[in-house]
């Protein structure tokens, strides 16, 4: 886990097959289309795994379906 990642949340959208499974396995309820390049999309369904939780209110994960790791709103997912 990287701290700088929740304070900037400047980082690039990227593959990250190291984090897969690396992380507490959540479950997107809404979609969400990413309105910046270090944000992660969510499908309704897909499963997320959560490696950092930030103050502000979003996650830092990798989707287990695009194998894409990003930030995305902490509101959108559920644990599982």
């Known amino acids: 886990m990287c701290p700088s990642l929740c304070s900037s949340r400047a980082h690039r959208r990227m593959t990250q097959d190291s984090l897969h499974g690396a992380g507490e396995p959540f479950q997107a309820v809404y979609n969400y289309v990413p309105r910046n390049e270090d944000e992660l999309e969510l499908r309704e369904g897909d499963v997320i795994d959560?490696?950092?939780?930030?103050?502000?209110?979003?996650?830092v994960g990798t989707s287990r379906?695009?194998?894409?790791?990003?930030?995305?709103?902490?509101?959108?997912?559920?644990?599982?």
């Open 50 to 59: 959560v490696t950092e939780k930030c103050d502000d209110g979003w996650f």
């Open 65 to 80: 379906r695009s194998r894409m790791f990003g930030t995305f709103p902490g509101n959108y997912v559920k644990p599982l």
